[in-house]
């Protein structure tokens, strides 16, 4: 059978002074049609100030009405951030459902989770987005519940009931607020094991990848690992954190992550309910910056990723910018921009696996920045020290003398604290 898709006419307003593209709708396009939406329309507005009452103004509207008619659309979907007055008085005019961007955004969000955490911190945003829009939200918010008075005698509550009541507002605000703090209590457990697991990952070099929805970051993943991460030409394909291990060259091991992508405006709910998730990105050492190349907002998209995380507490991090998709981007007066600006990028595709070797390289460079020297002494028997050492560090000297075998290598610092942990006789640390 076959499910008739929504039809959507897609409406950006832009602030007078503000910065634009020549269609400021590309980006809200792909958010439409991952929703399941078919754009039949597209509506842009240069506003000197927002209308409190309809955000566009009341003529605007009623344009948009003839463009709902024309089209016979289901749904028109703002491109900014509607209150919930607003949206209830562009409805009276264009007689259709209105959605906003935040809201779009928690719609894909629902439909992409998968495992139990992400399910519940999407449950979580969008009561958060929900909670403050209750007021008129609904057309039984009037009536009373326990009170005579909301029709026949009784017809509500019995006699012991009749009163002044609770009205259905309250109920639900009430309703509300305990799922949010239930929703809550259980992420919290989830967190706990979260960070229990990320802590137990000390002593490994960590690499998270960071980026835009599509910029290609799971191709990567599974280019890289065995990861099998879901890959798909579509906005938010995959929502929950995996992460596997990468062997790279010289028996140096890291830990890879994948993340859920970023996009300009990330609701701020959103990003606070995937605290658990984004805990990778916080805690690791390196950050590899997926770009798309292909992509023809690619500066705003970078600037984007960036603010995000800085908002997150990661914007200090180390980082290397990786220029994916460059199969099918020839060199350009771009590329070259983005070359000088980010000079020690890698230039690949995560697709055909072009300049892999380049990428790995790189992060070995950035792993060995963070190498000191040691130099430790313990029994010729004690195998997990030599065998550590032999899997984790570049062996520069390894010498036999009474009884006591003395090691000298270069060992990342991130696995310092797993040697320490190591029995030994005597171990002298030194910056490379």
Same mark, same amino acid.
């Given at each position: 059978?076959?499910?008739?898709?929504?039809?959507?006419?897609?409406?950006?307003?832009?602030?007078?002074?503000?910065?634009?593209?020549?269609?400021?709708?590309?980006?809200?396009?792909?958010?439409?049609?991952?929703?399941?939406?078919?754009?039949?329309?597209?509506?842009?507005?240069?506003?000197?100030?927002?209308?409190?009452?309809?955000?566009?103004?009341?003529?605007?509207?009623?344009?948009?009405?003839?463009?709902?008619?024309?089209?016979?659309?289901?749904?028109?979907?703002?491109?900014?951030?509607?209150?919930?007055?607003?949206?209830?008085?562009?409805?009276?005019?264009?007689?259709?459902?209105?959605?906003?961007?935040?809201?779009?955004?928690?719609?894909?969000?629902?439909?992409?989770?998968?495992?139990?955490?992400?399910?519940?911190?999407?449950?979580?945003?969008?009561?958060?987005?929900?909670?403050?829009?209750?007021?008129?939200?609904?057309?039984?918010?009037?009536?009373?519940?326990?009170?005579?008075?909301?029709?026949?005698?009784?017809?509500?509550?019995?006699?012991?009931?009749?009163?002044?009541?609770? %009205?259905?507002? !309250? @109920? =639900?605000? +009430?309703?509300?607020?305990?799922? *949010?703090?239930?929703?809550?209590?259980?992420?919290? $457990?989830?967190?706990?094991? %979260?960070?229990? !697991? @990320? =802590?137990? +990952?000390?002593?490994?070099?960590? *690499?998270?990848?960071?980026?835009?929805?599509?910029? $290609?970051?799971?191709?990567?993943?599974?280019?890289?690992? =065995?990861?099998?991460?879901?890959?798909?030409?579509?906005?938010?394909?995959?929502?929950?954190?995996?992460?596997?291990?990468?062997?790279?060259?010289?028996?140096?091991?890291?830990?890879?992550?994948?993340?859920?992508?970023?996009?300009?405006?990330?609701?701020?709910?959103?990003?606070?309910?995937?605290?658990?998730?984004?805990?990778?990105?916080?805690?690791?050492?390196?950050?590899?910056?997926?770009?798309?190349?292909?992509?023809?907002?690619?500066?705003?998209?970078?600037?984007?990723?960036?603010?995000?995380?800085?908002?997150?507490?990661?914007?200090?991090?180390?980082?290397?910018?990786?220029?994916?998709?460059?199969?099918?981007?020839?060199?350009?007066?771009?590329?070259?921009?983005?070359?000088?600006?980010?000079?020690?990028?890698?230039?690949?595709?995560?697709?055909?696996?072009?300049?892999?070797?380049?990428?790995?390289?790189?992060?070995?460079?950035?792993?060995?920045?963070?190498?000191?020297?040691?130099?430790?002494?313990?029994?010729?028997?004690?195998?997990?020290?030599?065998?550590?050492?032999?899997?984790?560090?570049?062996?520069?000297?390894?010498?036999?003398?009474?009884?006591?075998?003395?090691?000298?290598?270069?060992?990342?610092?991130?696995?310092?604290?797993?040697?320490?942990?190591?029995?030994?006789?005597?171990?002298?640390?030194?910056?490379?």
């Amino acid at each position: 059978m076959n499910v008739r898709k929504e039809r959507a006419i897609l409406v950006g307003a832009i602030l007078r002074g503000k910065t634009q593209n020549n269609d400021n709708l590309v980006e809200l396009t792909a958010l439409a049609q991952s929703a399941g939406a078919v754009v039949v329309d597209r509506f842009q507005q240069k506003l000197y100030k927002v209308n409190p009452a309809t955000y566009i103004g009341s003529g605007k509207a009623k344009m948009l009405w003839d463009r709902v008619e024309e089209h016979d659309a289901d749904v028109v979907i703002f491109d900014n951030d509607l209150s919930p007055g607003q949206i209830r008085e562009l409805e009276k005019i264009i007689e259709i459902k209105v959605l906003d961007r935040s809201e779009l955004i928690l719609d894909i969000f629902a439909t992409r989770a998968r495992t139990k955490q992400a399910k519940l911190q999407v449950e979580l945003a969008q009561l958060q987005y929900t909670y403050p829009r209750l007021t008129r939200m609904w057309s039984h918010l009037d009536t009373v519940a326990g009170a005579g008075g909301a029709g026949a005698v009784g017809a509500v509550g019995g006699i012991g009931t009749r009163g002044t009541g609770e %009205k259905q507002l !309250e @109920i =639900d605000r +009430r309703l509300v607020n305990k799922r *949010i703090t239930e929703l809550k209590r259980d992420l919290k $457990g989830i967190d706990k094991r %979260k960070l229990r !697991e @990320i =802590d137990g +990952r000390r002593g490994i070099f960590k *690499i998270c990848l960071v980026g835009y929805t599509n910029a $290609g970051k799971s191709t990567l993943m599974n280019t890289l690992t =065995d990861a099998a991460v879901l890959v798909e030409d579509r906005l938010f394909a995959t929502l929950d954190t995996r992460t596997k291990k990468w062997n790279l060259q010289g028996g140096i091991e890291a830990l890879l992550s994948d993340t859920v992508g970023f996009v300009k405006h990330l609701p701020h709910h959103l990003v606070a309910s995937f605290k658990a998730t984004l805990e990778e990105t916080v805690n690791a050492d390196l950050l590899m910056h997926v770009v798309d190349l292909s992509s023809s907002e690619v500066f705003q998209q970078i600037e984007s990723v960036e603010t995000v995380l800085e908002e997150i507490g990661c914007g200090g991090k180390e980082k290397l910018v990786v220029l994916n998709k460059a199969d099918i981007v020839a060199k350009t007066g771009l590329l070259e921009s983005l070359e000088t600006i980010y000079p020690d990028a890698v230039c690949i595709s995560a697709k055909t696996g072009m300049n892999i070797e380049k990428l790995t390289a790189a992060v070995i460079d950035k792993y060995k920045k963070g190498e000191v020297l040691v130099r430790v002494s313990c029994h010729p028997g004690n195998g997990k020290v030599q065998s550590f050492l032999q899997g984790h560090a570049t062996v520069i000297k390894q010498q036999y003398t009474n009884n006591t075998v003395m090691i000298e290598a270069k060992l990342g610092k991130t696995q310092l604290p797993a040697l320490k942990k190591l029995p030994f006789k005597e171990l002298m640390v030194e910056e490379t």
